[in-house]
């Protein structure tokens, strides 16, 4: 690549509660190069979480900011922006962060956040997505890679992948479909972020 089509690695840090198979999925991309980005920080409200070990083996720090520690949410937030501001990231990805963050945190890191989500937004929000999707008796399901804004899964969307709902499908078989197609999507579009390809107009993602 010549000089003047280089690409400045951007600083990737991760919000994360659980196990990490998407953290997982974004670390293996930047380390086989196709992510041009540097993984910087591991920050978890979970000191039980998996994610942890990915971080430890891939090198990446970890921030420990446990919620139970703390006597009200906002004192938790004010930690929780702290470390996050000590990462000195470009890009926030929230890969099973399961809280919703303050005003003031979305507010700072504005265009700056990616959250992926296991349903084709806007439909079947929060919590328990799979099963909502076969509660409703769709034929269509999939995960969704938006941007954070203050409301709950409400972002402008970068990325979406389908996959069918079948008719023997409970909610575990149909997660396990989407999770494959969630460690696709969310590599995916932090590498768009990262060569600075997205374009955002209002609601919209555009790609260049």
């Known amino acids: 690549m010549s000089p003047e089509r280089s690409i400045d690695k951007k600083r990737i840090a991760f919000l994360v509660s659980g196990r990490g198979s998407n953290f997982q999925a974004v670390l293996d991309a930047v380390a086989a190069g196709d992510i041009p980005g540097i993984c910087v920080g591991l920050v978890t409200d979970n000191p039980e979480a998996y994610a942890i070990e990915r971080a430890k083996n891939a090198g990446v720090p970890v921030m420990v900011v446990d919620y139970a520690g703390f006597p009200t949410k906002a004192a938790y937030e004010e930690a929780l922006l702290v470390a996050m501001r000590g990462c000195r990231a470009d890009l926030f990805v929230l890969a099973g962060y399961m809280r919703i963050l303050g005003t ?21 929000s929060g919590l328990h ?34 996959v069918p709902v079948l008719p023997d499908d409970d909610e575990t078989r149909l997660a396990d479909r ?3 197609e969630e460690h696709k ?8 972020f990262c060569e600075n390809r997205l374009e955002v107009d209002g609601r919209r993602v555009w790609v260049r």
């Open 129 to 162: 997505a799979q099963r909502q999707a076969i509660e409703y008796g769709v034929k269509v399901a999939g995960c969704t890679v938006h941007l954070v804004d203050e409301g709950m899964d409400t972002g402008p969307i970068v990325v979406q992948r389908c």
């Open 178 to 180: 989407i999770l494959a």
């Open 185 to 192: 999507a969310l590599p995916l579009a932090v590498k768009l």
């Open 104 to 124: 003031g945190i979305v507010r700072e890191f504005s265009g700056r956040m990616m959250n992926i989500h296991p349903a084709l937004l806007p439909a079947f």
